[in-house]
DNA sequence: TGATTGTTCTG
DNA sequence: AGAACAATC
């Protein structure tokens, strides 16, 4: 008998329930198992750059499952409902007891996983799922009375007092397995098979899993403290650069939770300030995976608060195209984006500059934004994601009330105080004060050849807040 | 996890 | 004039 383990989004073998699971003795041979859905991906929205590092990832997750004698099934499926055939035809060559998954929360995921789940209970196959992608599952953290917690404050409340101040350990990697468990139906399948060509490894982000470990416990044993004050600030690289790792599932957040408690004086809060504010940056990432379950409107590009479905957004694509290319004549929106396509990450506080001018200054959907990032970024996560647009558009569970409309310069100077950040992806600008860096003059503006401004920034923020008071108010 | 505007207080 | 504050968006 075989048991499987399918690696979905978790690729890594340390603390990986599923897969500890499915080593739990040496009493049946143990197969890895994972689909790439490339057609699905992208119908999804992720865009090229994502797609490879998944694929650098699952050639990485081959390397070290073959250190542990675990063969890894690699099958190229196109769309999920392909993957269930080819699924089909696994269960058919092999003599499979058991599946052994981490859950995915989205809405297609699930419901390809009912699908798998009917699938295996018709060749007599038991399933076991565990939750890998929230400390506390979600569902777990409801208030007095029973509901799912729509606000991030008693929620953190709430998760914290459930927690009790203790973080369980992470579970690393299981035992190898020996070679001569495997059986004669699992090497013949897998000979049968050749491997995922190997991608081309982005110099940015490492998918392997020791370098991410490494990362961890650097950031925590020093840039943590700093986090608190250097967070916000663009230029000082003062965040953790995790998000990637934790959105591939190469490192879990149990390993990153557990770590920074452990440096925390095992406390979960009330310790040391970098500490607590990125532990709570953590929760924030378990509110919306909780959130997205709770409220499947949110998989169906739904707005949280319905009544902002009637605001009037323009959907100018030509502005938008601006945007996206970083064309907006705001120094550091344009700055961010530019980091957007260059890195395929940026920084938090830039996110909410861009999602906010994009949403407010250009009134354009905040669906229109959520895609192109999720398309752009190495770290896309739908729940983050979503979460982080909705909380900017003012359309969201939590979201900045609609009226709280950052005004981009205010933010530059606040946050790029020299414009360094500025400097590094709009080189045209480095001849410029850093007072003028902020907002260029129209003199200097056609001097150095950068564009004029999109909008006038009082008029743009007097037409959003006409328009979501209409919406809003009416 | 704001910004703006108008008012009062300070020097 | 400029800080400090409150009300409003």
Redesign the pocket.
């Known amino acids: 008998m075989t048991r499987l383990v399918w690696f979905r989004n978790d690729f890594r073998v340390h603390d990986n329930p599923a897969l500890m699971h499915a080593r739990r003795d040496n009493e049946e041979d143990c197969l890895a198992i994972t689909f790439v859905c490339e057609s699905q991906w992208r119908r999804h929205g992720l865009g090229d750059r994502r797609i490879n590092l998944i694929k650098q990832a699952i050639n990485g997750l081959h390397r070290s499952l073959e250190k542990l004698g675990i063969p890894l099934l690699v099958i190229q499926s196109d769309l999920f409902k392909d993957s269930e055939n080819d699924l089909r035809h696994v269960l058919g060559a092999l003599d499979v007891s058991e599946l052994n998954y981490n859950i995915e929360y989205e809405i297609n995921e699930r419901h390809r996983d009912i699908s798998v789940c009917r699938l295996c209970q018709e060749y007599e196959v038991s399933t076991n799922k565990f939750h890998d992608q929230c400390l506390l599952a979600p569902g777990e953290v409801r208030t007095q009375n029973n509901d799912p917690y729509r606000v991030?404050s008693p929620f953190r409340r709430s998760w914290l007092s459930l927690m009790q101040d203790y973080c369980p350990a992470p579970l690393g990697a299981p035992a190898p397995q020996a070679s001569d468990i495997i059986s004669a139906a699992v090497s013949d399948l897998i000979n049968d098979r050749h491997a995922l060509p190997e991608s081309v490894s982005d110099p940015l982000w490492s998918t392997d899993e020791n370098t991410a470990h490494q990362r961890l416990s650097e950031f925590l044993d020093s840039d943590v403290l700093r986090y608190h004050d250097l967070r916000d600030l663009p230029d000082a690289e003062g965040t953790s650069r995790l998000s990637f790792h934790l959105a591939l599932g190469i490192l879990s957040p149990r390993q990153c939770i557990h770590t920074a408690w452990q440096r925390n004086n095992c406390m979960l809060s009330g310790g040391e300030q970098g500490i607590d504010t990125w532990i709570n940056e953590l929760i924030?990432r378990e509110f919306y995976r909780h959130l997205l379950v709770a409220y499947p409107q949110l998989c169906k590009h739904k707005a949280f608060k319905p009544e902002t479905e009637g605001v009037p957004w323009r959907n100018n694509k030509s502005d938008f195209d601006r945007w996206c290319r970083g064309e907006t004549g705001y120094p550091i929106v344009d700055a961010a984006m530019k980091q957007l396509l260059d890195q395929g990450w940026m920084h938090n506080?830039l996110r909410?500059i861009t999602a906010m001018f994009l949403t407010k200054h250009l009134l354009i959907d905040w669906r229109w934004g959520e895609a192109w990032f999720f398309e752009q970024l190495v770290d896309a996560d739908l729940a983050s994601n979503n979460g982080g647009w909705q909380?900017s558009a003012s359309t969201g569970a939590d979201g900045?009330?609609y009226?709280?409309?950052?005004?981009p310069t205010?933010?530059s100077e606040?946050f790029d105080k020299q414009g360094l950040f500025i400097s590094r992806y709009l080189p045209e600008l480095a001849k410029l004060s850093a007072k003028s860096k902020h907002f260029p003059s129209a003199g200097e503006r056609s001097l150095y050849g950068y564009c004029d401004p999109i909008v006038e920034?009082?008029s743009a923020?007097e037409r959003a807040?006409t328009a979501f008071?209409q919406t809003l108010e009416a």
């Open positions: 991030y924030w506080r909410m909380w900045a009330p009226f709280r409309i950052f005004n205010t933010q606040k920034h009082k923020r807040l008071k």
